[in-house]
Protein backbone atom coordinates (compact mmCIF):
# COMPACT_ATOMS: atom_id res chain seq x y z
CA UNK A 1 0.00 0.00 0.00
CA UNK A 2 1.49 3.27 -1.29
CA UNK A 3 2.27 6.13 1.45
CA UNK A 4 -1.11 7.71 -0.19
CA UNK A 5 -3.37 4.77 0.10
CA UNK A 6 -2.21 4.48 3.88
CA UNK A 7 -3.27 8.21 4.21
CA UNK A 8 -6.27 8.15 3.02
CA UNK A 9 -7.13 4.77 5.12
CA UNK A 10 -6.10 6.18 8.16
CA UNK A 11 -7.98 9.33 7.65
CA UNK A 12 -11.38 7.37 6.90
CA UNK A 13 -10.95 5.70 9.96
CA UNK A 14 -10.96 8.64 12.06
CA UNK A 15 -13.86 10.01 10.43
CA UNK A 16 -11.70 12.99 8.56
CA UNK A 17 -11.11 13.81 5.16
CA UNK A 18 -7.58 15.01 3.41
CA UNK A 19 -6.15 18.37 2.29
CA UNK A 20 -4.41 18.62 -0.49
CA UNK A 21 -2.73 21.76 -1.32
CA UNK A 22 -1.01 22.04 -4.89
CA UNK A 23 2.50 24.44 -5.14
CA UNK A 24 4.60 24.73 -8.34
CA UNK A 25 7.88 22.87 -7.38
CA UNK A 26 10.54 25.93 -7.47
CA UNK A 27 8.56 28.87 -7.22
CA UNK A 28 9.95 31.14 -6.47
CA UNK A 29 12.68 28.96 -6.58
CA UNK A 30 13.70 25.30 -5.57
CA UNK A 31 15.28 25.70 -1.77
CA UNK A 32 12.08 27.63 -1.16
CA UNK A 33 10.29 24.47 -1.79
CA UNK A 34 11.94 22.34 0.10
CA UNK A 35 10.83 24.73 3.07
CA UNK A 36 7.94 25.45 2.16
CA UNK A 37 6.04 21.32 1.83
CA UNK A 38 7.17 20.85 5.83
CA UNK A 39 5.80 23.86 7.00
CA UNK A 40 2.01 22.52 4.62
CA UNK A 41 2.26 18.79 6.58
CA UNK A 42 2.28 20.48 10.48
CA UNK A 43 -0.51 23.38 8.89
CA UNK A 44 -2.86 19.96 8.48
CA UNK A 45 -1.67 18.77 4.71
CA UNK A 46 -2.43 15.53 4.11
CA UNK A 47 -0.87 14.80 0.67
CA UNK A 48 0.99 17.53 -1.32
CA UNK A 49 0.73 17.95 -5.38
CA UNK A 50 3.88 18.82 -6.41
CA UNK A 51 3.58 20.92 -10.04
CA UNK A 52 6.25 20.57 -12.82
CA UNK A 53 6.62 23.49 -14.68
CA UNK A 54 5.50 23.26 -18.45
CA UNK A 55 5.80 25.56 -21.04
CA UNK A 56 2.35 24.62 -22.52
CA UNK A 57 -0.17 24.62 -19.72
CA UNK A 58 -3.20 23.96 -21.59
CA UNK A 59 -5.27 22.86 -18.19
CA UNK A 60 -3.92 25.71 -16.14
CA UNK A 61 -5.51 29.27 -15.35
CA UNK A 62 -3.45 32.70 -15.27
CA UNK A 63 -2.48 32.51 -11.66
CA UNK A 64 -0.68 28.72 -12.17
CA UNK A 65 0.24 29.78 -15.27
CA UNK A 66 2.44 32.27 -13.74
CA UNK A 67 3.75 30.40 -11.16
CA UNK A 68 5.28 27.55 -13.59
CA UNK A 69 6.65 31.11 -15.97
CA UNK A 70 8.45 32.00 -12.83
CA UNK A 71 9.91 28.11 -11.92
CA UNK A 72 10.89 27.87 -15.77
CA UNK A 73 12.99 31.29 -14.96
CA UNK A 74 15.42 29.17 -13.00
CA UNK A 75 16.11 26.48 -16.22
CA UNK A 76 15.90 23.66 -13.43
CA UNK A 77 16.17 20.09 -15.12
CA UNK A 78 13.79 17.14 -13.72
CA UNK A 79 16.83 16.41 -12.02
CA UNK A 80 16.92 19.07 -10.05
CA UNK A 81 13.37 18.69 -9.22
CA UNK A 82 13.86 15.11 -7.72
CA UNK A 83 17.03 16.07 -5.54
CA UNK A 84 14.57 18.94 -4.14
CA UNK A 85 11.89 15.98 -3.17
CA UNK A 86 15.12 13.96 -1.57
CA UNK A 87 15.60 17.00 0.62
CA UNK A 88 11.91 17.31 1.40
CA UNK A 89 12.01 13.36 2.70
CA UNK A 90 14.88 14.38 5.24
CA UNK A 91 12.73 16.30 7.30
CA UNK A 92 9.02 15.36 5.99
CA UNK A 93 7.09 12.06 5.60
CA UNK A 94 3.38 13.35 3.68
CA UNK A 95 2.46 11.55 1.12
CA UNK A 96 4.22 13.40 -2.32
CA UNK A 97 2.25 13.48 -5.44
CA UNK A 98 4.18 14.89 -8.91
CA UNK A 99 1.51 17.31 -11.01
CA UNK A 100 2.90 17.35 -14.46
CA UNK A 101 1.97 17.22 -18.15
CA UNK A 102 3.54 14.29 -19.96
CA UNK A 103 6.36 16.12 -22.29
CA UNK A 104 8.62 16.49 -19.22
CA UNK A 105 8.30 12.79 -18.39
CA UNK A 106 8.67 11.55 -21.96
CA UNK A 107 11.39 13.94 -22.21
CA UNK A 108 13.16 12.38 -19.13
CA UNK A 109 12.10 8.72 -20.13
CA UNK A 110 9.29 6.92 -18.70
CA UNK A 111 11.13 3.79 -17.11
CA UNK A 112 13.61 6.45 -15.85
CA UNK A 113 11.21 8.63 -14.13
CA UNK A 114 9.12 6.23 -12.24
CA UNK A 115 12.81 4.10 -11.20
CA UNK A 116 14.33 7.88 -10.08
CA UNK A 117 11.14 9.81 -8.95
CA UNK A 118 10.23 6.79 -6.41
CA UNK A 119 14.49 6.57 -5.23
CA UNK A 120 13.35 10.01 -4.41
CA UNK A 121 10.11 9.52 -2.25
CA UNK A 122 7.84 10.44 -4.73
CA UNK A 123 4.58 8.75 -4.04
CA UNK A 124 2.65 9.06 -7.10
CA UNK A 125 2.13 10.70 -10.34
CA UNK A 126 -0.72 12.82 -11.81
CA UNK A 127 -0.04 13.76 -15.66
CA UNK A 128 -3.24 15.95 -16.87
CA UNK A 129 -3.04 15.27 -20.46
CA UNK A 130 -2.44 11.29 -20.76
CA UNK A 131 -5.82 9.42 -21.22
CA UNK A 132 -6.60 5.45 -20.21
CA UNK A 133 -6.01 5.12 -24.21
CA UNK A 134 -2.49 6.37 -24.29
CA UNK A 135 -1.26 5.47 -20.75
CA UNK A 136 -1.09 1.96 -20.87
CA UNK A 137 3.10 2.13 -20.65
CA UNK A 138 3.31 4.90 -18.50
CA UNK A 139 0.68 2.82 -15.85
CA UNK A 140 2.98 -0.16 -16.34
CA UNK A 141 6.34 2.04 -15.76
CA UNK A 142 4.63 3.53 -12.80
CA UNK A 143 3.19 0.18 -11.45
CA UNK A 144 6.58 -1.62 -11.13
CA UNK A 145 7.71 1.30 -9.01
CA UNK A 146 5.03 1.22 -6.98
CA UNK A 147 3.85 4.83 -8.16
CA UNK A 148 0.22 5.87 -7.89
CA UNK A 149 -1.16 7.22 -11.29
CA UNK A 150 -3.93 9.21 -10.52
CA UNK A 151 -6.50 10.11 -13.64
CA UNK A 152 -8.78 13.43 -14.16
CA UNK A 153 -12.40 12.55 -14.13
CA UNK A 154 -14.48 15.55 -15.41
CA UNK A 155 -18.27 16.61 -14.96
CA UNK A 156 -18.35 15.52 -18.89
CA UNK A 157 -17.53 12.07 -18.35
CA UNK A 158 -19.98 10.16 -19.11
CA UNK A 159 -20.09 6.33 -16.65
CA UNK A 160 -18.47 4.28 -19.37
CA UNK A 161 -15.90 6.74 -19.51
CA UNK A 162 -15.47 6.66 -15.91
CA UNK A 163 -15.23 3.00 -15.84
CA UNK A 164 -12.05 3.33 -18.19
CA UNK A 165 -10.66 6.02 -15.84
CA UNK A 166 -11.27 4.21 -12.51
CA UNK A 167 -9.63 1.34 -13.73
CA UNK A 168 -6.30 3.14 -14.26
CA UNK A 169 -6.05 5.00 -11.59
CA UNK A 170 -4.48 4.05 -8.34
CA UNK A 171 -4.46 6.23 -4.62
CA UNK A 172 -7.27 8.19 -5.64
CA UNK A 173 -9.61 9.64 -8.34
CA UNK A 174 -9.16 13.15 -9.02
CA UNK A 175 -12.69 14.97 -10.03
CA UNK A 176 -12.57 18.20 -11.73
CA UNK A 177 -14.96 20.40 -10.60
CA UNK A 178 -15.87 21.76 -13.67
CA UNK A 179 -15.11 22.39 -17.19
CA UNK A 180 -11.90 24.83 -18.26
CA UNK A 181 -8.75 25.17 -16.71
CA UNK A 182 -7.95 26.01 -13.13
CA UNK A 183 -8.51 29.17 -11.10
CA UNK A 184 -10.35 30.64 -7.87
CA UNK A 185 -13.96 30.15 -7.89
CA UNK A 186 -16.25 31.87 -5.86
CA UNK A 187 -18.36 29.13 -5.39
CA UNK A 188 -18.48 25.38 -5.67
CA UNK A 189 -19.18 24.45 -9.27
CA UNK A 190 -23.36 21.99 -9.22
CA UNK A 191 -21.50 19.70 -11.30
CA UNK A 192 -19.24 18.58 -8.18
CA UNK A 193 -21.64 16.19 -6.74
CA UNK A 194 -23.58 14.33 -9.78
CA UNK A 195 -19.52 13.46 -11.03
CA UNK A 196 -18.82 12.12 -7.27
CA UNK A 197 -21.78 10.16 -7.77
CA UNK A 198 -21.24 8.94 -10.88
CA UNK A 199 -17.01 7.95 -9.87
CA UNK A 200 -18.35 6.03 -6.68
CA UNK A 201 -20.37 4.05 -8.51
CA UNK A 202 -17.65 2.66 -10.21
CA UNK A 203 -15.14 2.81 -7.62
CA UNK A 204 -14.18 2.32 -3.75
CA UNK A 205 -10.99 4.46 -4.44
CA UNK A 206 -11.06 7.57 -2.26
CA UNK A 207 -11.81 11.06 -4.30
CA UNK A 208 -10.53 14.20 -4.01
CA UNK A 209 -12.29 16.90 -6.05
CA UNK A 210 -9.92 20.24 -7.10
CA UNK A 211 -10.21 23.02 -10.01
CA UNK A 212 -11.48 26.38 -8.23
CA UNK A 213 -11.73 25.80 -4.15
CA UNK A 214 -10.51 28.74 -2.90
CA UNK A 215 -12.10 29.09 0.65
CA UNK A 216 -12.88 27.33 4.10
CA UNK A 217 -16.56 27.14 2.87
CA UNK A 218 -15.95 25.28 -0.55
CA UNK A 219 -13.38 22.57 1.32
CA UNK A 220 -15.98 21.82 3.58
CA UNK A 221 -18.41 21.34 0.90
CA UNK A 222 -16.30 19.48 -0.90
CA UNK A 223 -15.42 17.41 2.22
CA UNK A 224 -18.72 16.63 2.66
CA UNK A 225 -19.37 15.06 -0.41
CA UNK A 226 -15.85 13.01 -0.88
CA UNK A 227 -12.62 12.17 0.36
CA UNK A 228 -10.20 14.89 -0.38
CA UNK A 229 -10.05 18.59 -1.52
CA UNK A 230 -7.31 20.01 -3.58
CA UNK A 231 -6.77 23.48 -3.68
CA UNK A 232 -4.08 25.00 -6.17
CA UNK A 233 -4.86 28.64 -7.57
CA UNK A 234 -5.43 30.19 -4.16
CA UNK A 235 -2.37 28.90 -2.76
CA UNK A 236 -0.24 29.83 -5.27
CA UNK A 237 -1.76 33.14 -5.56
CA UNK A 238 -0.71 33.37 -2.10
CA UNK A 239 2.79 32.37 -2.61
CA UNK A 240 2.99 35.06 -5.40
CA UNK A 241 1.88 37.97 -3.28
CA UNK A 242 4.43 37.07 -0.41
CA UNK A 243 7.29 39.30 -0.81
CA UNK A 244 9.54 38.21 1.21
CA UNK A 245 10.92 34.33 0.50
CA UNK A 246 11.63 34.22 4.40
CA UNK A 247 8.73 34.40 5.26
CA UNK A 248 6.90 32.04 2.42
CA UNK A 249 6.47 29.17 4.71
CA UNK A 250 5.04 31.09 7.82
CA UNK A 251 2.81 32.83 5.98
CA UNK A 252 1.32 30.08 3.59
CA UNK A 253 0.87 27.67 6.46
CA UNK A 254 -1.03 30.38 8.09
CA UNK A 255 -3.22 30.65 5.10
CA UNK A 256 -3.66 26.27 4.97
CA UNK A 257 -4.76 26.73 8.19
CA UNK A 258 -7.28 29.25 6.98
CA UNK A 259 -8.84 27.13 4.66
CA UNK A 260 -9.04 24.01 7.03
CA UNK A 261 -10.24 25.62 9.71
CA UNK A 262 -12.13 29.10 9.00
CA UNK A 263 -10.06 30.42 11.53
CA UNK A 264 -7.07 33.28 10.98
CA UNK A 265 -5.50 34.20 7.97
Not at 189 to 200: E, F, I, Q, Y
Not at 221 to 229: I, L, N, P, T
Not at 232 to 253: F, H, Q, R, T, Y
Request: net charge negative.
Amino acid sequence: MSRIAEKFTELRKRGEKAFIPFIMAGDPDLESTVRLVPELERAGSHIIELGIPFSDPVADGPVIQRAGARALLHRYKMSDYLHAIEAIRKVSNVPLLLFSYFNPILQYGLEALAQDASSAGIDGVLVTDITPEEGEEYCSCMEMQGLDSVFLVAPTSDAERVCKIVSCSRGFVYVVSRTGVTGEQQKLSDAVLPTVHRVREHTQLPIAVGFGISGPAQVQAVWDVCDGAVVGSAIVSAIENVKDPSKLPIEIGKFCRWLTTGAGV
